[in-house]
């Protein structure tokens, strides 16, 4: 198995622009997390699907932020418009189902700088 | 809140010594603790779980410990190696969500 895929791996982008990150979660995995990571803060749940279906997005910083999960194989979150205060590593995992203690399996991290 | 903190942001080790990490929470106890290995430049990987009910869980060379009573989770690292230096990150879970929370993550150096 590839593992979790996260697309692009690195993104520069100027201050007001939209910023969609990609991820493809392993296969047969049914539960995808977003996490944003930053020296200060550390690792921080943005929100996670359990079949496809948001469960807690409570961790969504604003209304700039956005996530969709349209399939069992692909989900994006989006930034519109992002802001310097965005810039971060932002990491996708995914874990199986059948209970709460299934360890998650992390993406790359696509690393956001914003101008 | 469901808080969980790792006391030491970094730790640095002789090579053959054994590193202890701490990872202590607030409030209630969660149902399981997690450990996870991130190298520089990647995501976290899983290392060990251990449960509420257990004490200790092994690993090969790791070990984690889970004390309710100090609301506390120590991880060892026996006979560390240089390739044992990365940053380590605790996670609480519970019981009816697969949702994680992390601490912050410690970096350890083992120093040949």
């Known amino acids: 198995d590839a593992g979790v895929i996260q697309s692009p791996r690195h993104e520069v982008t100027e201050m007001g622009q939209e910023v969609t990150l990609r991820c493809k979660p392993i296969?047969?995995?049914?539960?995808l997390f977003w996490y944003r990571q930053t020296m200060m803060r550390g690792l921080e749940l943005l929100i996670y699907f359990n079949n496809n279906v948001p469960i807690d997005d409570s961790g969504m910083p604003e209304d700039r932020f956005s996530a969709k999960m349209p399939n069992a194989s692909f989900s994006t979150l989006k930034i519109q418009p992002s802001e310097p205060r965005d810039s971060a590593v932002y990491f996708c995992?995914?874990?199986?189902?059948?209970?709460?203690?299934?360890?998650?399996?992390f993406g790359p991290g696509t690393r956001l700088t914003v101008l | 809140s469901q808080k969980i903190e790792q006391n030491s942001e970094a730790l640095n080790i002789q090579e053959g010594k054994t590193a202890t990490l701490t990872c202590n929470y607030t409030?209630?106890?969660?149902?399981?603790l997690q450990w996870y290995r991130q190298d520089p430049g990647r995501g976290p990987v899983f290392l060990l779980l251990i449960r509420e009910n257990e004490k200790e869980k092994r690993k090969e060379r790791l070990k984690v410990t889970f004390d309710t009573t100090l609301k506390q989770s120590l991880f060892h690292i026996t006979a560390s190696q240089p390739a044992d230096s990365a940053t380590y990150l605790c996670a609480r879970g519970q019981t009816g969500a697969n949702n994680l929370f992390f601490g912050t993550g410690t970096r350890l150096t083992v120093i040949p």
């Open positions: 296969s047969g995995h049914n539960s």
């Open positions: 995992a995914s874990s199986s189902g059948g209970g709460d203690l299934n360890e998650q399996f």
């Open positions: 409030n209630y106890s969660p149902a399981y």
